[in-house]
């Protein structure tokens, strides 16, 4: 039989594997946007080269704009709450 003090370590367990489950799904989730944007971002600058326009073109589309607002918005929350 169980005692009190180990249903409670296995109760624990449970609880910390599934915020660690969460935690990894959160993860998960932003490394994979990070990749689609980053892959959008790629395809963009690939298009800008061969259509021969000038570099900062590529950042003028909408993933370019998304990349550096992803750059900028920590640095300036950073800059103003610190």
């Known amino acids: 039989m169980r005692g009190q003090g180990e249903a409670y370590r296995v109760s624990l ?3 910390m594997t599934v915020e660690w489950v969460l ?3 959160k993860m998960g989730a932003a ?5 689609l944007l980053g892959h ?5 600058v690939k298009r800008v080269k061969t259509a021969g326009e ?3 073109r590529a950042y003028m589309t909408t993933p370019g704009v998304l990349v550096i607002l ?6 300036v929350l950073w800059l103003f709450r610190g």
């Open 70 to 75: 992803a750059v900028l918005v920590p640095a």
């Open 31 to 35: 490394l994979g946007s990070a990749m």
């Open 23 to 25: 935690e990894i799904i």
């Open 40 to 44: 959008w971002f790629l395809a963009e």
């Open 13 to 15: 367990k449970k609880e």
């Open 54 to 56: 000038p570099f900062y």
